[in-house]
């Protein structure tokens, strides 16, 4: 008899979990790390200093134009350690699976893994499933942690960050979070809008060579560019100034968010990156970033202020200023 | 000409007025775009705008969103709501906080979404939340007729709708309110049409102008209210015409008229305005929820220290409010005005103008 | 109180309904409130509805307010 689905079983321990590892994990992501099937992976790292990160990923649906949550697990964890100014080496992967998972969902969530990990140059060296019963999760959630290593004169800690130095956004805003919201329940449009989940070490790549004049680097996930913004001026202590009509949105982002009361500024990105960048450099560097199709659209969207210290500012199609707040609460679509 | 250049010369010509007047927003989407443009700041200091009751979250009383909560503990009942009520307190929850305990709540984007769920859950009771004035109530009335043809049993609506121009007659006949032109509601106003305005214009002597909610709408509205008084007039004009006929929409009048009736209705800050809500005439009276469960109307406390009341009414502005950004911000509202997206003070609160931070 | 947006009319439906186009966005929504619609034309979506059809012909007379104003001022009124 095929099985069809997850079942209990499969988290047993026991020798329906052998199989389940054995035939769709270690199978797609096939590395000499996994093969030794040992409690853990041993890592032989190059010389640098060390980055770790994790993060866990829930979504629904668990398949969206763009993407899945398998290569979102990858990209994500991927990203964090890019933003630190690290190449991404090795990730582990925890995934809890909720009983009843069409079989197909999980193989396809697993390449789909390894096909990003490969993409971006990491190898999954070590896992563990678990198996819930109905009803205590949603499809499946996952976890990944991942190691990476700073070159030589990489420091993108957002102290670093000094007035007159120039922000810059990797492409358009809020596609990820308009993706995924028009498939929600009670919701559903369809927009031209794909998820922009994708691993951004090329980025990373290209900055490394431009050493200290990158000052910082983030990823504007959920909460969107406003929180990440937010984040950088109260950690550096600086003011960010940005202007409304720079800042790249897809026109299909910018009307679906019109039509439900949201903001694309507060809306997830997943393959996006915000740089601070030294003025000297910057357009030259901002060249290079246009050359790789993940940052085309990359734009200079403001600058850094002494003043107001941890405030950012947003310049209006008017003129005016006005203080470019972080996400409180849960950004719903909303009707008046 | 581009936008940026007319928006340029329309603020020129804003400045170029020397008196001094308040001209009062009544749609809190117009509070949200004046105060995500930043026009408040760009206005001179001579022109005053003020927020008036037009969000409807708002204006919604504590004790009609108690009577809501007390409905969504009910065991079958799947509550649906626009987004923005989900986080206004009642006096002791929030829609957001009943969830969390299991209460089924959606938030929808339509009431036929909701329909939809009602169609989908046969052995549930749909309740849909109605809250929201001309420019809903009619996508409401659809829904209940929709209803009513398909013989959906399972569906009912909480009416909590009001009317815009009763609340405006309250605001002009108030002698400590001092508001010296409208800026009028565009969608509201896409359904009323131009007449209600011209009443009150008449009656009060104050220009009201429908305006639209683009940068620039709002920029010519202004303009035009100016330039009435400038002119010693007090009419009803549209800005919005490429969506307002003076006539208004008269399907959907018709629709309003057919289904509901108006009725007194309690407005948070303003207290209970004659013929300012609408309930279900009698033949559609087997759809509402506040008869088909028994709901009791439940007395609205007040909350100590807000200002929600005057801040409605342009009394005060938002940031005269003791609790303003202390007690009261988005993330922990004590207020309605600090919850909905599109209330006074959170709209100050969020779209704070740089030069106002402290 | 009332967020709208304007959509195009790419297809009328059965039962009042019609898809809309909201920049490059496509919906569902219901006509019933504006029965007369046609293909193509543009309509104000409010919360999965046509509330009101978009004729921006009527628009241009207030794009012209500022000449008029200036024409006041020039003559002194």
């Given at each position: 008899m095929k099985i069809d689905?997850?079942?209990?079983?499969?988290?047993?321990?026991?020798l329906m979990s052998q199989q389940l590892v054995e035939e769709i994990f270690k199978k797609e992501w096939n590395n000499s790390y996994l093969e030794p099937m040992l409690d853990g992976a041993l890592l032989d790292?190059?010389?640098?200093?060390?980055?770790m990160t994790t993060d866990s990923f829930v979504i629904t649906p668990l398949f969206f134009p763009g993407g899945d949550i398998g290569k979102l697990s990858i990209c994500g964890t991927v990203n964090d350690l890019v933003a630190c100014g690290a190449k991404p080496l090795f990730l582990s992967t925890a995934l809890i699976i909720e009983e009843g998972l069409p079989m197909s969902d999980l193989i396809q969530i697993a390449q789909s893994m390894a096909r990003t990990a490969r993409e971006a140059g990491v190898q999954l060296v070590t896992g563990d499933t678990k198996v819930v019963e109905k009803g205590s999760a949603d499809g499946i959630f996952i976890n990944t942690t991942g190691i990476g290593v700073i070159a030589e004169g990489i420091d993108y800690r957002p102290q670093r960050i000094q007035p007159g130095d120039l922000v810059v956004v990797s492409g358009t805003m809020g596609d990820h979070g308009l993706a995924i919201m028009a498939r929600r329940e009670g919701l559903s449009f369809s927009t031209p809008v794909n998820s922009d989940c994708a691993p951004l070490f090329r980025i990373g790549q290209v900055l490394e060579a431009f050493g200290g004049n990158v000052r910082c680097m983030r990823d504007p996930t959920r909460g969107g560019l406003a929180t990440v913004l937010n984040e950088l001026a109260r950690q550096s202590g600086r003011g960010i100034k940005v202007v409304e009509e720079d800042i790249p949105v897809n026109p299909a982002v910018a009307g679906a968010c019109d039509m439900l009361g949201m903001d694309p500024l507060y809306m997830a990105n997943e393959g996006k990156m915000v740089i601070v960048?030294?003025?000297e450099r910057a357009a030259e560097i901002l060249a290079e970033l246009q050359k790789i199709d993940i940052a085309a659209e990359a734009a200079i969207i403001g600058e850094v202020r002494a003043e107001p210290a941890g405030l950012v500012l947003?310049?209006?199609?008017?003129?005016a200023e006005r203080i470019l707040g972080i996400l409180e609460g849960e950004h719903v679509p909303r009707i008046c | 000409m581009n936008d940026k250049t007319y928006m340029k010369e329309l603020l020129q010509e804003i400045q170029s007025y020397k008196q001094e007047v308040s001209l009062m927003e009544v749609c809190g989407t117009h509070t949200m775009a004046i105060a995500?443009?930043?026009?408040?700041?760009?206005?001179?200091?001579?022109?005053?705008?003020l927020s008036g009751p037009g969000c409807p979250v708002c204006v919604t009383s504590q004790g009609d969103i108690d009577a809501v909560i007390k409905l969504c503990r009910e065991p079958g009942i799947i509550l649906c709501t626009f987004g923005d009520m989900m986080r206004v307190p009642g006096s002791e929850s929030s829609l957001q906080e009943e969830r969390s305990r299991g209460a089924d709540i959606r938030?929808?984007?339509?009431?036929?979404?909701a329909l939809e769920i009602a169609r989908k859950n046969p052995e549930r009771e749909v309740v849909f939340l109605g809250i929201g004035f001309e420019t809903t109530a009619p996508t409401i009335a659809v829904s209940l007729e929709q209803a009513e043809r398909e013989r959906i049993n399972n569906f009912s609506l909480l009416s909590y709708h009001k009317l815009v121009p009763p609340a405006l007659e309250v605001i002009f006949s108030d002698p400590d309110i001092r508001v010296d032109g409208l800026i009028c509601p565009g969608h509201v106003s896409a359904v009323i049409g131009l007449k209600p305005y011209e009443l009150l214009a008449a009656k009060y002597h104050k220009p009201c102008v429908v305006t639209g909610f683009e940068t620039v709408d709002i920029l010519e509205g202004i303009i035009m209210l100016l330039h009435q008084m400038s002119q010693g007039e007090a009419r009803a004009d549209i800005q919005y015409r490429r969506v307002v006929r003076k006539e208004g929409n008269p399907v959907a009048v018709e629709l309003l008229?057919?289904?509901f009736q108006p009725e007194e209705a309690r407005w948070r800050g303003l207290g209970p305005i004659p013929g300012s809500g609408l309930k279900l005439r009698s033949a559609y009276e087997f759809l509402d929820a506040a008869k088909k469960f028994q709901l009791p109307q439940i007395a609205d406390l007040p909350i100590k220290g807000c200002s929600c009341g005057e801040v409605l009414t342009g009394k005060i502005s938002p940031r005269e409010c003791l609790l303003f950004g202390r007690g009261c911000t988005p993330l922990k509202p004590v207020g309605p005005c600090m919850v909905s997206h599109e209330g006074a003070c959170a709209a100050y609160y969020r779209y704070t103008p740089a030069k106002e931070r402290n | 109180m009332c967020l709208g947006v304007p959509g195009k009319i790419l297809e009328i439906k059965e039962h009042d309904v019609a898809q809309v186009d909201v920049d490059g966005n496509q919906l569902d929504i219901s006509i019933r409130l504006t029965p007369e619609v046609q293909k193509g034309q543009f309509v104000l979506v409010h919360a999965g509805f046509a509330m009101e059809i978009i004729d921006e012909s009527r628009a241009v007379e207030t794009m012209d307010l500022l000449k008029e104003l200036q024409k006041y001022r020039e003559?002194?009124?």
């Amino acid at each position: 008899m095929k099985i069809d689905r997850v079942l209990l079983a499969h988290g047993s321990g026991g020798l329906m979990s052998q199989q389940l590892v054995e035939e769709i994990f270690k199978k797609e992501w096939n590395n000499s790390y996994l093969e030794p099937m040992l409690d853990g992976a041993l890592l032989d790292l190059p010389a640098g200093r060390v980055v770790m990160t994790t993060d866990s990923f829930v979504i629904t649906p668990l398949f969206f134009p763009g993407g899945d949550i398998g290569k979102l697990s990858i990209c994500g964890t991927v990203n964090d350690l890019v933003a630190c100014g690290a190449k991404p080496l090795f990730l582990s992967t925890a995934l809890i699976i909720e009983e009843g998972l069409p079989m197909s969902d999980l193989i396809q969530i697993a390449q789909s893994m390894a096909r990003t990990a490969r993409e971006a140059g990491v190898q999954l060296v070590t896992g563990d499933t678990k198996v819930v019963e109905k009803g205590s999760a949603d499809g499946i959630f996952i976890n990944t942690t991942g190691i990476g290593v700073i070159a030589e004169g990489i420091d993108y800690r957002p102290q670093r960050i000094q007035p007159g130095d120039l922000v810059v956004v990797s492409g358009t805003m809020g596609d990820h979070g308009l993706a995924i919201m028009a498939r929600r329940e009670g919701l559903s449009f369809s927009t031209p809008v794909n998820s922009d989940c994708a691993p951004l070490f090329r980025i990373g790549q290209v900055l490394e060579a431009f050493g200290g004049n990158v000052r910082c680097m983030r990823d504007p996930t959920r909460g969107g560019l406003a929180t990440v913004l937010n984040e950088l001026a109260r950690q550096s202590g600086r003011g960010i100034k940005v202007v409304e009509e720079d800042i790249p949105v897809n026109p299909a982002v910018a009307g679906a968010c019109d039509m439900l009361g949201m903001d694309p500024l507060y809306m997830a990105n997943e393959g996006k990156m915000v740089i601070v960048l030294a003025p000297e450099r910057a357009a030259e560097i901002l060249a290079e970033l246009q050359k790789i199709d993940i940052a085309a659209e990359a734009a200079i969207i403001g600058e850094v202020r002494a003043e107001p210290a941890g405030l950012v500012l947003i310049e209006t199609e008017l003129g005016a200023e006005r203080i470019l707040g972080i996400l409180e609460g849960e950004h719903v679509p909303r009707i008046c | 000409m581009n936008d940026k250049t007319y928006m340029k010369e329309l603020l020129q010509e804003i400045q170029s007025y020397k008196q001094e007047v308040s001209l009062m927003e009544v749609c809190g989407t117009h509070t949200m775009a004046i105060a995500r443009s930043g026009i408040r700041e760009m206005v001179p200091a001579n022109i005053k705008l003020l927020s008036g009751p037009g969000c409807p979250v708002c204006v919604t009383s504590q004790g009609d969103i108690d009577a809501v909560i007390k409905l969504c503990r009910e065991p079958g009942i799947i509550l649906c709501t626009f987004g923005d009520m989900m986080r206004v307190p009642g006096s002791e929850s929030s829609l957001q906080e009943e969830r969390s305990r299991g209460a089924d709540i959606r938030v929808v984007y339509s009431p036929l979404d909701a329909l939809e769920i009602a169609r989908k859950n046969p052995e549930r009771e749909v309740v849909f939340l109605g809250i929201g004035f001309e420019t809903t109530a009619p996508t409401i009335a659809v829904s209940l007729e929709q209803a009513e043809r398909e013989r959906i049993n399972n569906f009912s609506l909480l009416s909590y709708h009001k009317l815009v121009p009763p609340a405006l007659e309250v605001i002009f006949s108030d002698p400590d309110i001092r508001v010296d032109g409208l800026i009028c509601p565009g969608h509201v106003s896409a359904v009323i049409g131009l007449k209600p305005y011209e009443l009150l214009a008449a009656k009060y002597h104050k220009p009201c102008v429908v305006t639209g909610f683009e940068t620039v709408d709002i920029l010519e509205g202004i303009i035009m209210l100016l330039h009435q008084m400038s002119q010693g007039e007090a009419r009803a004009d549209i800005q919005y015409r490429r969506v307002v006929r003076k006539e208004g929409n008269p399907v959907a009048v018709e629709l309003l008229e057919r289904i509901f009736q108006p009725e007194e209705a309690r407005w948070r800050g303003l207290g209970p305005i004659p013929g300012s809500g609408l309930k279900l005439r009698s033949a559609y009276e087997f759809l509402d929820a506040a008869k088909k469960f028994q709901l009791p109307q439940i007395a609205d406390l007040p909350i100590k220290g807000c200002s929600c009341g005057e801040v409605l009414t342009g009394k005060i502005s938002p940031r005269e409010c003791l609790l303003f950004g202390r007690g009261c911000t988005p993330l922990k509202p004590v207020g309605p005005c600090m919850v909905s997206h599109e209330g006074a003070c959170a709209a100050y609160y969020r779209y704070t103008p740089a030069k106002e931070r402290n | 109180m009332c967020l709208g947006v304007p959509g195009k009319i790419l297809e009328i439906k059965e039962h009042d309904v019609a898809q809309v186009d909201v920049d490059g966005n496509q919906l569902d929504i219901s006509i019933r409130l504006t029965p007369e619609v046609q293909k193509g034309q543009f309509v104000l979506v409010h919360a999965g509805f046509a509330m009101e059809i978009i004729d921006e012909s009527r628009a241009v007379e207030t794009m012209d307010l500022l000449k008029e104003l200036q024409k006041y001022r020039e003559l002194g009124i």
